[in-house]
């Protein structure tokens, strides 16, 4: 049990700004078996967007209190993901191959065509929470997180870590297995149901469906996956479980 809080720790420190972490040994062994529980810790962002929604429902108008849902998202996870995407919207922009891609994602600088695709990342998560029907809108503000960071352990799960030099996203990606994948997906389907019964499920099918073709190209585009990679996957699937929610729902 303790193994497991532990665990649960090191996947809220590393996916947040809480100080959930700071005595806890992060071996490489311990980065790898969290990432089972990054869907969890999704979950747990989730319920605090509730709380929050639900406190200042009738405080705030309600298209302001999106746009501050939003930027409470940003500020809980630092931001981190909003980086990886404004990265590798340069590197698959400006690089023609595979070295020219990563070699633009490891710097520094963001590009035009970065702030533009980071830019549309926010406001097509703006505008679809918006419109997400009032009834639907805390379950869709749980779902969308925890959908989120599934994403990342399933291509931590079947994408190599293409950095030779290694870094912190290899940490996680080399050691995850089938049991962390399992583990992260089960949370997933679980809060699917819950939150939406059957179409819960239905939901699930279409973004393995373009979880798939996530890894597919990544694998073709990149060989395999970076830090980068995995934060921006994270935006792009929250984007579209909002975007589902829409369609389906």
């Not at 209190?65 to 922009?93: E, P, S, W």
């Not at 029907?133 to 959908?147: G, S, V």
């Not at 290694?166 to 149901?193: H, K, M, Y």
Request: glycine share 10%; with cysteine; hydrophobic share 55%.
């Amino acid at each position: 049990m303790k193994q497991r809080w532990d665990d649960l720790c090191t996947a809220a420190a590393f996916l947040t700004i809480l100080p959930v972490g700071r005595n806890l040994e992060m071996s490489p062994e311990r980065l790898g078996r969290s990432m089972g529980l990054f869907p969890a810790v999704g979950l747990l962002i989730g319920l605090a967007l509730v709380v929050i929604n639900w406190l200042l429902d009738d405080l705030i108008p309600r298209a302001v209190l999106d746009c501050l849902l939003v930027l409470i998202m940003i500020a809980v996870t630092g931001a981190l993901h909003l980086d990886g995407v404004a990265d590798l919207i340069d590197g698959l922009a400006g690089g023609k191959d595979r070295e020219g891609a990563l070699r633009i994602m490891k710097d520094s600088r963001v590009g035009a065509m970065g702030v533009v695709g980071l830019v549309m990342v926010l406001l097509l998560k703006y505008l679809s929470l918006y419109h997400v029907p009032l009834e639907l809108k805390n379950a869709a503000l749980i779902f969308m997180p925890t959908a989120g960071r599934w994403v990342q352990v399933c291509l931590a799960c079947y994408c190599p870590y293409v950095r030779s030099e290694g870094g912190t996203g290899g940490a996680f990606v080399d050691n995850v297995d089938q049991p962390e994948f399992l583990r992260a997906s089960a949370t997933l389907i679980l809060a699917g149901l819950v939150l939406f019964w059957l179409k819960g499920i239905f939901l699930i099918f279409l973004l393995g469906l373009a979880t798939m073709v996530l890894i597919r190209y990544f694998e073709v585009r990149l060989g395999g996956v970076t830090g980068d990679v995995l934060g921006a996957v994270t935006e792009v699937v929250e984007v579209l479980s909002l975007l589902l929610v829409l369609a389906v729902l």
